[in-house]
């Protein structure tokens, strides 16, 4: 179901510059019980040899290691919300969260954010317990580049039916750690419980990470790239959970929208199910597509699920590097 | 597939008297992530129809509240291991663990363990990251009560396959919270993240539930249950994870055997994948059934599996009280 077509008028502001990418870096761990980034990049940081090409050596980096030590989500702050210019440029006291404190020193180490100094590319893996497959995850602004790199890791992995959800901040500033790079993208993996690796999950985001290093490598190479469609999820709004007087679930995910992440939810479908038996349903005028339908790490924020809509947008080429740039290799 | 057959010489141990059981107790959030025990017991703590029947009412209870505030299994203690002597008769010290002192409330609240005080029955809780459907656990003693109730759950509940474990303990005396009363069993569902509450696993547990009181109640009211042979699982021993000479993990479960819990494993089957592709087989010399497969909660034992055998037991009748008994309701 396509509601939509449109251009790129509008949809992206990174910049992107012709130049090869030499600093690009794959962080794991930046939420520490989400465990395939976890094991990948420890696995990495062992043996590097999948994230080395021709032309770059991606870098593992561990972004939480004190919740991975701990196995939970985070220890003080949730780090995938740290990024903001305003937490990265305050003055540090010893009072300081734990991942304020990482985020800066994050920020150190790929960025600064904004910079001329920042890595040119950071690829951050996460898992959900949602059934949302291998999504693709893309900042409000992002590039042609990173449409490519979607389109490239969804014809090089067909079996995974790769989706791309442009998550929009109800906030300008973009505050995930992918933001603290030139360009970036999120990988969120699932249905995967908090705590758990599972072999599926790890050797499907194993596969998109080397595919991943093998579309830079060709850009780097000066590999052009042709004009193509896509389709992909766009945030509207989210949907909490219903509560009891006292603040409390007074319900769950309805079975029939539980693990029907991405699939089209249409007005007057029944999207939770109270204790007292009670169904409630979806009072949209329109068909929607749920995404993080019933995720372990929402329960906080009392978030049931993502609501969103499926445009296809027309990606120009990706021109090929100019030979004294490749040359510069 | 029936590796033996067995009647019950030695295979339980636990009394049960010929009176009404009066004195039930239903608790969930004994680890305080497993979602449905949790708002199952909430929701009774504010609508206890569901447990009342004509000769009795159980009680539901929150097990470990701090763990449950918390979203997190335990916060100093495993909470389903402090149920031993030693912690519950100890001296308290003002160092001692949260659980530590629950356990010993809860154990002046439904016990003390072992005494004529103890509440009659215990149904405790439960869910597992595991595919483990709706498993029924049994304590290392038990009684033919209990093994009728396990009876009755599965044929007034055919849809759910309700399999019958037996969890030996490596030490002799049990240190769950069902082992406080004088009879008790862990309902175990799955698979459930941790920290989500599915609409299917909770009305599942309700269904089990609410059968357990069915059966309390007609024994209660003087009915007889005829003899009959029952599947069991049994425990054997356990299986860790591969690990590197760090002690990290060297690999995961295999991904012919992630999800497989209760299906028969051969001689020769692989059960890990090694980070380094290579498989692992099973070295075993017959058949087992594992069960708690790529349990999230086990991770920090390094536990991967456990593995059972599958036997058939003949379980005598159960005999009806006496019109004394049951008048005296």
């Not at 059934?131 to 890791?153: D, K, P, R, V």
């Not at 699939?263 to 007057?268: N, Q, V």
Request: aromatic share 10%; charged share 20%; proline share 6%.
């Amino acid at each position: 179901m396509c509601l939509g077509t449109t251009g790129l008028t509008g949809m992206y502001s990174s910049p992107m510059s012709q130049k090869p990418l030499r600093r690009v870096v794959v962080t794991g761990g930046t939420h520490g019980n989400e465990m395939s980034g976890v094991y990948l990049v420890q696995h990495w940081l062992q043996d590097p040899r999948e994230l080395q090409r021709p032309s770059f050596s991606a870098m593992p980096v561990l972004a939480n290691p004190e919740a991975v030590a701990t196995c939970c989500r985070y220890i003080d702050y949730d780090l995938n919300r740290a990024f903001t210019s305003t937490i990265l440029n305050s003055k540090a006291t010893p009072d300081d969260p734990y991942e304020v404190r990482r985020a800066r020193e994050l920020n150190q180490l790929v960025g600064p954010k904004s910079s001329d100094q920042a890595f040119d590319f950071l690829l951050d893996l996460h898992n959900t317990t949602a059934n949302m497959g291998a999504c693709l995850i893309l900042e409000s602004s992002y590039s042609i580049f990173t449409l490519h790199l979607c389109h490239y890791l969804k014809l090089q992995n067909p079996d995974l039916s790769c989706c791309v959800f442009q998550y929009l901040f109800s906030r300008k500033e973009s505050l995930g750690l992918d933001s603290v790079a030139k360009n970036g993208l999120t990988l969120e993996l699932g249905p995967q419980p908090q705590g758990v690796l599972r072999a599926d999950i790890y050797s499907q985001m194993r596969a998109l990470v080397i595919s991943a290093m093998d579309f830079i490598e060709l850009f780097n190479q000066g590999t052009a790239f042709p004009a193509f469609d896509m389709e992909i999820y766009k945030t509207l709004d989210r949907v909490n959970f219903p509560l009891t007087e006292d603040g409390a679930l007074a319900g769950t995910i309805h079975p029939q929208l539980q693990d029907q992440d991405l699939e089209p939810l249409k007005p007057g479908a029944p999207i939770f199910k109270l204790f007292n038996g009670e169904d409630v349903l979806y009072e949209g005028d329109s068909t929607v597509f749920p995404l993080f339908i019933n995720e372990a790490a929402y329960y906080e924020k009392h978030l049931a699920f993502m609501k969103s809509e499926k445009i296809t947008i027309s990606v120009p080429a990706l021109s090929a590097l100019t030979s004294a740039s490749t040359l510069a290799l």
